[in-house]
């Protein structure tokens, strides 16, 4: 079998769009573009850590 490719890294920039498309319907893209990227980061963080411990 080949070895699955992780990107998971690639789920930060896709919060931070996410929350200026929000941000941009609200008018407050500069905030929510920087809620999104917290967002995207406490993310990874959380699945990063599942998927090591599901590993082991």
């Not at 929510?32 to 411990?53: C, D, E, M, P, W």
């Amino acid at each position: 079998m080949s070895k699955k490719n992780n990107n998971l890294y690639l789920i930060i920039p896709a919060f931070l769009f996410v929350g200026m498309a929000i941000g941009i319907q609200t008018g407050g893209i500069l905030k929510q573009g920087i809620t999104g990227s917290i967002v995207g980061v406490i993310a990874y963080l959380i699945l990063r850590f599942r998927n090591n411990k599901m590993n082991k």
